[in-house]
């Protein structure tokens, strides 16, 4: 069975609210249609800057409908499954595949802190049962459950294993992975800032935050480095740095949203009990986007495909 070799600038997107909360399709279906049109090469719904764990499953599953349809093949479409039973995991990762995506991104259950025993095979339970590839999502600072290259190995014999999100925020991961199963499977960066420097040992793609606002500058980070043109990678980088540590934070969500709607290309609503940033804090993270917006670098200089 030919099973995908997924690389390259996957936006795990946000979810469109009205200001009463309720899904906005015609926003996301602008937005994605914007991330596609601006050279992305995958899109993940509704994970962690989602807001999945505000939404129903029936929610889920249309956030994940819209993007299929706005994607029209032109790209994958994974959706991300972090339900808390794996009973309920597996009946969501069934009716995603029904749906038609190209693969699923498995988070821990994000309550209950597994073991590795435990972790692995609630990612065998669900990826047997959906028989859809799978990208296996390693966050241990987040949620406490950290699979190591031992572990991969171990999952290595399940077909349906394809990639790995890693953020672990250790880079030394990417060497270790690499060294421990070579290209057994693709490789994403999960933690903004670190792109660089995973790109630099090896990494396949990011799976990233602040590409939601700036998928043109994200998608040419990737191209240069992939290109080896790190000076011009490293410039623009470092005019990125600032906006990525803001996806590295308990306030993604509204941070993010923030940068999106100074950028012109989404708004703030949230779920509560999420609510936009206010005061000093917001003006903090504003003056972060304002200085990033005004010193944007002019990307039609670069000629890199």
């Known amino acids: 069975m030919s099973l995908p070799k997924w690389e390259g600038v996957f936006p795990a997107v946000t979810t469109k609210f009205k200001e009463n909360e309720d899904l906005d399709h015609a926003e996301m279906e602008r937005h994605y249609a914007f991330q596609i049109d601006n050279g992305v090469h995958g899109l993940v719904t509704c994970g962690s800057l989602g807001e999945a764990s505000t939404l129903s499953l029936d929610e889920k599953l249309e956030v994940t409908r819209i993007a299929l349809s706005v994607a029209h093949g032109r790209v994958p479409v994974l959706a991300n499954v972090s339900e808390l039973r794996t009973k309920d995991a597996v009946h969501f990762a069934e009716r995603a595949a029904k749906l038609g995506v190209q693969g ?66 250790n880079i030394r991961r990417i060497t270790d992975l690499r060294n421990a199963l070579g290209d057994r499977y693709q490789l994403f960066m999960g933690v903004d800032d670190l792109a660089f420097e995973s790109l630099a040992l090896g990494a396949d793609g990011l799976l990233a935050g602040v590409v939601v606002a700036f998928p043109k500058e994200t998608v040419a980070l990737y191209k240069l480095m992939k290109a080896k043109r790190y000076d011009e990678a490293l410039k623009l980088y470092r005019w990125m740095t600032p906006l990525l540590h803001l996806d590295v934070s308990t306030k993604l969500v509204q941070n993010l949203k923030l940068i999106e709607a100074m950028a012109g290309v989404g708004n703030e609503f949230v779920r509560l009990p999420r609510q936009p940033l206010a005061g000093a804090e917001r003006e903090r993270v504003a003056a972060i986007i304002r200085k990033a917006i005004d010193t944007r670098p002019d990307l039609s200089k670069l000629e890199i495909g």
């Open 104 to 169: 699923l991104m498995v988070m821990p259950s994000v309550l209950y802190v597994a073991d590795a025993r435990e972790a692995k095979d609630n990612l065998r339970t669900i990826a047997n049962a959906a028989q859809l590839p799978v990208m296996i999502y390693n966050n241990p600072v987040a949620y406490k459950v950290d699979l190591t290259p031992q572990d991969f190995i171990e999952l290595a014999d399940c077909q349906w294993m394809v990639a790995i999100k890693e953020s672990s925020d």
